[in-house]
């Protein structure tokens, strides 16, 4: 029997005996509420209470939680860079969380956000930052799924250094002995990689070599401090990835190392021996802040917040506990797991949650759908991708300990399909060149590698070059969404004649062992002239209908996921 009904799927297993207690709501109030980026919008929200420390009390009274701890007494012990809403939706939310549990024994990691001088999104961060700054680096999450609602206040930061041209603020910072851990959440194409390597000629990198003194990245930065800290006998701080990178902090390291080797190689190999970067999985959907949100704020809870964080109720963080001048007492919550080996988790998590998100987002943005939980509803979108998870995903993912995988995609497919936190199609159609060669072409590798089928993934890729082809099937324009933009669309308009055009030109894409791969080559090419010929859904139907799908769980092992 052929599953067609991703619906049907998640009533038959995803119940809440398959999900961690510690991750479902708590101190919710219930109602059925519509996504707020598509609820009526109410007509401009006037309130007189804007958020900081001197409302907290009357803001607490409206079923919001707020900080239970003196943030007066904080100290600065975090910096990090790329303050938006995942790091505000998961670090800085899993530390407030751990003052509120051991506020005396946590009062060194008080947060300190930065953000680096960009002549074209400068203004728009400083704006931020004043939001932030005016109330009192107080942030609402509000946490939301078909059944529930929880708003809370956060009080982890503590300041946020204004930007400068010559980013001389957050320097100061990085080079305060205060200052243990440095996190970044600078995206998954902003550690330069070329072929899965550091790409030392880049240009930005080049400028840094040349001016380690004045650099421009944050990594040429941060090894900048890392001088000057050894110079002057401080202790290096650890630095800590939250982007989602296979080995991250591996990715760091070899980054950091390779750009300081070319500038000094003693400090290259005090970098290596002494500069802890862990490795760590970040899991919680998190999208951007709309009016609707803002809205929703001060009609639900009576108050104005400026830059609220909505998100799911879930949340995970696993780390390896490579912190040598400390870290927060996270393993006091239950939703962050200390493990010697990160690489199970990641490869789950990057492989059927974001390769699940790579996969979907393209033929539902060339079929006009808007967001991700419309997507699992579709009638050809939803059964594609749970096909797809089950064949040719899951059997790359190893062993995950205490975790059944396809437990693990029926969860995933339920945060999935969230219909209130509005998590937008072109959020993650943006930037496929950057995260197909992280979530979706080593797939097709490891299956190449097995003598498995890529027929799934390689529509996945058809789908994402027929959406650089530039409109949707209904014919609208698709908005450029990817830096490489013009490159894409050149290449992608040359495949319709020949889809080999699309592979030769992205061989950094796809490496030179996938692009030239004849399996890869023959099924890419018949899955681009099938959709170009008959359509998205014919050519997502065609794919399932010759699946072998499973129609139910396995339901031997009933017990909560132990995630």
């Not at 038959?12 to 101190?27: G, I, W």
């Not at 041209?165 to 902003?190: H, R, Y």
Request: charged share 25%; proline share 6%; net charge negative.
């Amino acid at each position: 029997m052929k599953f067609t009904n991703i619906s049907l799927l998640l009533s038959l297993v995803c119940t809440d005996a398959f999900v961690p207690s510690s991750y479902r709501p708590v101190a919710l109030h219930h109602r059925s509420t519509p996504c707020p980026s598509t609820r009526r919008s109410v007509s401009s929200v006037e309130t007189d209470i804007g958020l900081s420390e001197k409302t907290l009390d009357t803001i607490q009274k409206n079923n919001v939680e707020d900080p239970k701890y003196d943030r007066s007494k904080l100290a600065r012990g975090i910096l990090h860079i790329g303050v938006g809403n995942f790091h505000r939706a998961h670090q800085a939310a899993h530390v407030c969380d751990v003052l509120s549990v051991d506020f005396e024994n946590n009062l060194e990691w008080g947060i300190v956000g930065g953000s680096l001088y960009s002549a074209d999104r400068s203004a728009a961060t400083s704006k931020k930052r004043s939001q932030l700054e005016s109330q009192d680096w107080l942030q609402t999450v509000v946490e939301r799924d078909g059944e529930s609602v929880r708003a809370r206040v956060i009080g982890s930061m503590v300041d946020f250094v204004p930007v400068k041209e010559c980013n001389s603020p957050i320097q100061d910072e990085m080079i305060s002995p205060s200052i243990k851990i440095i996190s970044l959440t600078v995206t998954e194409g902003g550690y330069y990689q070329s072929d899965g390597k550091f790409d030392v000629n880049n240009e930005e990198i080049q400028h840094d070599i040349a001016n380690i003194d004045n650099p421009k990245t944050v990594f040429g930065m941060i090894v900048k401090a890392l001088q000057y800290r050894r110079e002057n006998d401080i202790a290096p701080f650890a630095v800590l990835s939250a982007d989602n990178l296979l080995s991250n902090g591996d990715v760091v390291r070899d980054v950091l190392v390779g750009l300081a080797r070319e500038v000094d190689t003693d400090l290259a190999d005090w970098i290596e021996k002494e500069v802890a970067c862990p490795n760590n999985m970040v899991d919680r959907i998190t999208p951007k802040t709309t009016s609707e949100q803002k809205e929703f704020v001060a009609k639900e809870y009576g108050f104005e917040e400026q830059w609220p964080i909505f998100c799911e109720p879930f949340t995970q963080w696993v780390l390896e506990d490579n912190f040598p001048q400390g870290r927060p007492k996270l393993e006091q919550l239950d939703s962050v797991t200390f493990v010697e080996d990160v690489k199970p988790w990641e490869y789950m998590k990057l492989r059927i949650l974001n390769g699940g998100h790579a996969s979907l987002c393209y033929p539902s943005a060339l079929l006009d759908v808007d967001y991700v939980h419309e997507s699992m509803e579709h009638p050809s979108i939803g059964p594609f991708l749970d096909a797809l998870e089950h064949n040719e995903i899951i059997p790359t993912v190893g062993p995950v300990p205490n975790t059944p995988l396809p437990q693990y995609w029926a969860l995933t497919a339920k945060r999935f399909s969230n219909p209130t936190i509005g998590d937008t199609i072109p959020r993650n159609c943006f930037d496929g060149a950057s995260r197909q060669p992280k979530f979706i072409v080593p797939v097709i590798r490891d299956n190449l590698k097995a003598g498995r089928s890529v027929d799934g993934l390689a529509l996945v890729s058809a789908l994402w070059c027929r959406y650089c082809q530039g409109k949707t099937e209904s014919g609208k324009e698709i908005e450029p969404n990817d830096p490489q933009w013009d490159r894409l669309q050149a290449a992608a308009l040359r495949a319709k004649e020949d889809p080999v055009e699309w592979l030769n030109e992205l061989t950094e894409v796809y490496g030179e062992d996938v692009a030239t791969n004849p399996v890869f080559v023959e099924s890419f090419s018949k899955a681009l002239r099938l959709v170009q010929k008959s359509g998205v859904e014919a050519a997502l139907n065609e794919y399932t209908s010759s699946s072998d799908i499973r129609t139910e769980m396995d339901f031997s092992d009933s017990s909560t996921l132990p995630l």
